[in-house]
């Protein structure tokens, strides 16, 4: 039995890149930083930062390049994946995550998840102009 499944929170570490492959398909790619807080041998805390690399593909990728940018909190869920390639005679790989699906997250004390689903369903609202009172002058 095998299972590749992802579920990751962080911040995106660069504003999301959107281009098309050669089928059409959109696909959006970002980086993300995931930081990690745990207590050292020494008793001191410690922080770490995982860097990982992301791609998007499809409408859901399309939303993530208009909805983030570099610094936003996202969630997401997908898999691992491998591309290997050889250039100049060397190896190389990289390993990144394909994301299959995400959902806002906000900042505030309580992490409150928004659906992605509604948001990319929801029609813009209108805005109305709001009042403004003017300043009232000095008597002198």
Not at 107 to 114: I, Q, S
Not at 115 to 133: I, L, N, R
Request: charged share 30%; glycine share 8%.
């Amino acid at each position: 039995m095998n299972m590749n499944k992802v579920l990751l929170i962080g911040y995106m570490t660069r504003n999301p890149e959107l281009r098309y492959i050669p089928s059409g398909t959109p696909v959006v790619n970002f980086g993300l930083g995931i930081n990690r807080t745990y207590v050292g041998q020494d008793g001191e805390q410690k922080k770490e930062v995982c860097f990982v690399e992301v791609n998007m593909f499809g409408k859901r990728g399309i939303a993530i390049e208009k909805h983030f940018v570099k610094g936003s909190p996202i969630f997401i869920e997908g898999r691992l994946q491998l591309n290997q390639w050889t250039a100049d005679g060397e190896k190389h790989s990289v390993l990144r995550v394909v994301a299959e699906d995400f959902q806002f997250v906000s900042t505030k004390k309580t992490e409150n998840v928004v659906d992605a689903d509604k948001v990319m369903e929801e029609k813009p609202k209108a805005t109305k102009a709001k009042k403004v009172k003017k300043p009232e002058l000095a008597q002198v």
